[in-house]
């Protein structure tokens, strides 16, 4: 049978949930307290680490661990627009990677080496999945700049990236794509329009998708 432990109770919405690579730790974000704010809870026991969220931040969500487990790579509006920052487990040592004036989101590290961060960012019209260094350079556009890309997924090689998409659909009509990175032009569809697919998550055999 499969276990099942709730980690809130905190009668909010809570979601964009990421596991700590020695499955120690769940980061995630909520809106129990107005705006969405990021959590950081132990999981085994169950309890709230305290995640510091700057002051004056309307938004403050979609964490992703750095494959060490300690940091968390996240959206703030804390500096205006919406960009893309590190931090501790605490939420100290904080630390801008992205300056766009426009809203980057999502980001997601490379499992295997640490040194990429996959994210989606509307810099260049609609939202499009993106990849640039951790500290910021280097960026690269990976979709064709068609539709709408969201929901980047690392297989655990760090070689592929699945997402969703709406390439060659109607507005918010979804679907899974993967792709390898190094070769983004050469992009893989495998649902075909039934209804809307989003959140791709890799299983960690590398075999295997989830989806919503």
Not at 49 to 69: E, H, I, K, M, W
Not at 166 to 184: E, S, W
Request: glycine share 8%; aromatic share 12%; hydrophobic share 35%.
């Amino acid at each position: 049978p499969i276990y099942q432990k709730q980690i809130t109770h905190f009668n909010a919405i809570s979601d964009f949930p990421s596991v700590s690579p020695d499955g120690s730790k769940i980061a995630f974000t909520s809106w129990v307290r107005g705006n969405p704010g990021i959590f950081v809870f132990s999981v085994d026991p169950v309890r709230d680490l305290r995640f510091y969220n700057q002051r004056g931040a309307s938004v403050t969500a979609t964490p992703s661990f750095t494959p060490d487990g300690k940091q968390i790579v996240f959206m703030s509006s804390s500096a205006g627009c919406c960009r893309i920052f590190e931090a501790n487990l605490d939420g100290t040592n904080l630390r801008s990677v992205t300056a766009s004036n426009s809203i980057d989101a999502e980001p997601k590290l490379n499992p295997k080496t640490g040194a990429q961060i996959a994210f989606v960012s509307g810099r260049s019209g609609p939202q499009q999945v993106y990849l640039m260094n951790t500290d910021g350079t280097d960026v690269e556009r990976l979709t064709d700049g068609t539709g709408e890309a969201s929901n980047p997924s690392w297989h655990p090689d760090g070689q592929f990236l699945a997402f969703s998409w709406t390439r060659g659909y109607m507005a918010g009509a979804f679907n899974i794509f993967y792709l390898d990175v190094a070769r983004p032009q050469n992009y893989k569809q495998l649902t075909q329009g039934k209804g809307k697919n989003e959140n791709p998550s890799w299983a960690p055999d590398g075999k295997h998708l989830v989806f919503m």
